[in-house]
């Protein structure tokens, strides 16, 4: 079969309770002939096969998880990887979950300050992390790795630490990719802006400030570093942003390219779109729903995808293997694809954005 049949599927097609498949299982007897028979009948027709592992530890004891990412919002990217961490609950129903979410403001510090500060009063068996800021990503990890408390990361990978298992997409590649979709479309003499998100608090995102140095070092190899120039803009107030935008731009007429730093690349299209800016390609992150529109109407030249629901599905697989064998993965940094998506082969991701 293509998909794993679980100890409580086995007892509902034989018509029997779990104990009683788990008894058959581990051959402790007390079980009537009439069930036992049903049992083996649905295991021969479904070819299972036996993991002592996950039905001895996994019928009996609970495991508490906090999952400390930045709000999710459906058809947003953290909204992808809170799906693909619920896809997994239910994919390993038969292991004992108490998931917890402790999310916090991608764009506030002090926001996730918090939420990390009370993921340890919880006394988790293991944490998924999604580390938006490197200093209270490696603050949180410190304890946790005092406490010996096994986390993943999902989205980046922040030095310093010693995560179990991570998924993410190499930010550095990323960063120089946008500069080579931004120049290859571009008149040789072209300027090109970086556009950042204004963050509450003192430290950026630490992918942004990845995907600048990949940026800026493309553009560097290229004896072009100066044609870089940069400005932020706001997530929370448009009407500021686009005065802001607007006027860089009026100071930068070179510029032909924006390569947005984050998933908010739909704000500087529209920003584009109602100033009736026509001349420059935009590039940005993430099939979020107001990605694929701006994709769909020519506003955004190229989305950069970072498969979000696979790192938040494998994120939780990892941990409940390190929680059942209690052995450690071979590989521990697992290297997402980088998915370019452009107009015309939007249509083959649709998994991505019909749900």
Not at 5 to 25: C, E, F, H, N, Y
Request: hydrophobic fraction near 40%; glycine fraction near 6%; charged fraction near 25%.
């Amino acid at each position: 079969m293509a998909k794993q049949v679980k100890i409580k599927d086995i007892a509902q097609m034989a018509g029997v309770s779990v104990g009683t498949v788990d008894r058959v299982l581990h051959n402790r007897g007390n079980v009537s002939e009439k069930s036992l028979k049903a049992i083996e009948q649905v295991l021969s027709e479904v070819g299972y096969k036996y993991n002592i592992h996950t039905s001895a530890i996994s019928l009996r004891k609970e495991y508490k998880i906090a999952i400390a990412i930045p709000t999710a919002i459906q058809g947003e990217y953290w909204g992808a990887i809170q799906d693909g961490i619920m896809h997994a609950i239910n994919e390993y129903s038969d292991v004992k979950l108490d998931c917890r979410f402790f999310f916090y403001n991608q764009f506030d510090i002090y926001s996730c300050r918090s939420s990390f500060a009370s993921i340890i009063d919880q006394r988790p068996e293991a944490v998924i992390i999604g580390p938006t800021f490197k200093s209270e990503t490696q603050r949180l990890c410190a304890e946790l790795d005092a406490n010996r408390i096994p986390y993943v990361f999902v989205d980046a990978v922040i030095e310093g630490t010693s995560p179990v298992a991570s998924y993410s997409t190499d930010q550095f590649t990323c960063g120089r990719l946008l500069g080579r979709l931004l120049r290859i479309s571009a008149p040789k003499d072209a300027e090109f802006a970086i556009m950042s998100s204004q963050r509450i608090g003192n430290e950026r995102s630490n992918n942004s400030l990845e995907r600048r140095k990949g940026f800026i070092g493309y553009f560097r190899d290229n004896g072009m570093e100066k044609n870089v120039k940069e400005t932020s803009f706001s997530v929370f107030d448009p009407a500021e942003s686009e005065k802001k935008v607007m006027r860089f731009l009026k100071e930068n007429p070179g510029i032909k390219g924006m390569a947005v730093m984050n998933s908010r690349g739909y704000i500087l299209a529209e920003i584009l779109k109602a100033n009736n800016v026509q001349d420059i390609s935009l590039v940005s992150f993430d099939l979020t729903l107001n990605n694929i529109k701006g994709i769909e109407d020519g506003n955004i030249s190229a989305i950069l995808c970072q498969r979000p629901e696979l790192q938040g599905f494998h994120a939780l697989k990892s941990l409940i293997k390190s929680l059942l064998y209690n052995q450690e993965a071979e590989t521990v940094h697992h290297i997402m694809p980088i998915d370019i998506i452009v107009k015309e082969n939007l249509p083959y991701y649709r998994e991505f954005f019909e749900m």
